[in-house]
């Protein structure tokens, strides 16, 4: 009996990207992909990657897609966690044009602010818009403008590590990234893959809380349609207790985040990572005063970011001792655990 020959292994290239991440409606758009093409071949259209010349299968694009590692992987969570913690703090920036500017207590832009005046970074890639806060553009900050001008939160989805070749193309080599768990856990990817050198040129990744992005046609539409409102004049977004609130110049219209679920993302719906686990620092506005933050450092990157602000007086602060931990990440932990039992599950890949 002739012995059957074993399978030949597919290479690893857009093509199976294509075919196991984007295709089945996986894919997130964090821009990753893009990003780490070494010949450029790769562009996000539309939100969606696209092959736009000759692959040469180098496998980077699969390497960090954190969806096909997800599906390869098929990693256990612990949805009673939020990761490493290593100190956490409660808070806002001590400057008051800082947080009338920013989102909620403008913890991002006052770290952002002070490492770069500090010479500690000499770069961020933030998200900032052109149009209005539901087209939100990746942006790579070189001042202190910059960083003012990306802050505010938005909701719809945006290629953000698109940015992270323009790092390369720059030379800049101390980078805080601030990005979405997606973001964060595809960069993680690429530092570990030390693609784009994205190990030694990412000296911080800044993470924040996200329950889902939405697809932002789809959201422009409900706003324009249930409440009548133009994207273009809008001021400031914010999600808190089961709402959107939408500020405008006629004041604040809400509306309930469950009326929106049409316009979430489709590859919003497989992640089970709330609060950014694999970031140095994650931030985010959750079961505290809305002028305020929850900080949670990760690691000593995160840690060396805070301090300097600290030293610098820049931030009103409190440390939250271990012991009140639970208490204070009560609702965190709740919107945590949420996110990781609903999460779509994704099927293991049968084919190497």
Known sequence: MSESKPKKKRRANFAMLNREVIKPGYCVS???????????????????PKLVGACISCGACVDVCLRFKQRKEQPKYDDTSLGEIIELYKGHSVFENVREKAQNGGIVTTLLLNAMSKGDIDSALVTGHITDLLSPVPVLALNELDIKKSARSKYTLNPALTKLTSIKLSQ?????????????????????????????????????????????????????????????ELSKTDCARGKFF????????????????????????????????????SIGNVGVDNDSNIIIIRTQAGKELFDLALKENV???????????????VAALKLSSIKKKTAKPLPPIETN
Not at 211 to 227: G, V
Not at 269 to 279: G, I, L, P, R, W
């Open 246 to 281: 939408f500020v405008g110049s006629d004041g604040t219209t809400d509306i309930k985040i469950k009326e929106c679920a049409e316009a979430k993302a489709e590859g919003c719906k497989y992640c089970k990572d709330f609060s950014a686990e694999f970031a140095d620092i």
């Open 315 to 329: 931030l009103d602060v409190e440390k939250i001792e271990q012991d009140k931990w639970s208490e204070v990440l």
């Open 172 to 232: 800049k080599n101390s980078v805080a990234v601030v990005g979405l768990p997606c973001h964060i856990d595809t960069l993680t990817n690429a530092i570990n893959m030390k693609n784009l050198g994205a190990d030694y040129r990412v000296k911080y990744k800044i993470g924040l809380f996200c329950m889902s992005s939405y697809d932002p046609r789809n959201f422009r539409n409900i706003i324009t349609q249930k409440l009548g409102l133009s994207a273009d």
């Open 30 to 48: 964090c821009g990753g992909c893009e990003a780490v093409c070494p010949v450029y071949v790769i562009s996000i259209e539309q939100l969606i």
